[in-house]
């Protein structure tokens, strides 16, 4: 098993269609993030949780949702996204009071 | 907020050669982490090496090392020997010990001919 495993790689979606994205990871950390990648832009930091606790919202809009059952376990529920929300969703796992990220692969997303 | 800003969008360099990779940063902490981050093509980002702010010496792993000036907010990452296997995205990231504002540069595409 890869650190942290984010499921599916890929995803289309229409502007109306509802669907999650799904992290896991098996590093025993207790902090888990989304982050957000588009082309040639800094990776936009969406969410945190540290202890399954949401820390931080980074004024994400309305229509990403996350959700953070356990410490292993984090997903991005999606709903009426735009076409400008087509991106590479990242997630990524660290110990709470160590800096370094250990990310997953990605889920490409691509809103229609 | 931490902001860091990576001034080379694309830079290539020969195989066995050397290249800097810049990064500047601004912090309002007085304690935090620097991190040059590696994502080969359609692969995950893993960590090439880390500073931690307070230490004066500059971190090295290999043929990776980093020019950490403070004062200036400047974070360098030297690839030495370069190997076709370097060529990828680099990020430069910068976090305080507050782990919900870890910051992340637009990258470096790095290409390394044969």
């Known amino acids: 098993e890869t650190g942290v495993t984010q499921t599916p790689r890929h995803l289309v979606m229409g502007m109306t269609n509802k669907k999650s994205l799904k992290c896991e990871q098996h590093?025993?950390?207790?902090?888990m993030y989304w982050y957000k990648q588009s082309a040639k832009k800094p990776l936009e930091l969406m969410f945190v949780?540290?202890?399954?606790?949401?820390?931080e919202n980074n004024s994400v809009p309305s229509r990403f949702s996350p959700e953070c059952p356990n410490s292993s376990h984090l997903f991005l529920h999606l709903h009426t996204l735009q076409p400008e929300d087509s991106a590479l969703y990242l997630c990524?796992?660290?110990?709470?009071?160590?800096?370094?990220?250990?990310f997953g692969e990605g889920s490409r997303l691509t809103v229609l | 907020a931490q902001t860091v800003t990576q001034s080379q969008p694309e830079m290539s360099v020969q195989e066995a050669e050397t290249v800097t990779l810049s990064c500047t940063y601004d912090?309002?902490?007085?304690?935090?982490?620097l991190f040059w981050y590696k994502q080969p093509p359609s692969r995950q980002m893993i960590l090439v090496i880390r500073?931690?702010?307070?230490?004066?010496q500059n971190a090295t792993e290999n043929r990776f090392s980093v020019n950490f000036q403070k004062a200036a907010k400047s974070f360098s990452l030297k690839i030495s020997d370069s190997q076709l296997g370097d060529a990828a995205m680099y990020f430069c990231?910068?976090?305080?010990?507050?782990?919900?504002?870890?910051?992340f540069g637009a990258g470096t595409r790095l290409t390394v001919k044969p």
């Open positions: 912090t309002s902490e007085s304690d935090y982490y």
């Open positions: 990231a910068s976090g305080g010990y507050n782990n919900n504002d870890m910051r």
């Open positions: 590093l025993g950390h207790n902090a």
């Open positions: 949780y540290n202890f399954k606790e949401q820390t």
């Open positions: 990524a796992s660290s110990q709470v009071w160590d800096g370094e990220l250990f």
């Open positions: 500073q931690e702010a307070y230490k004066q």
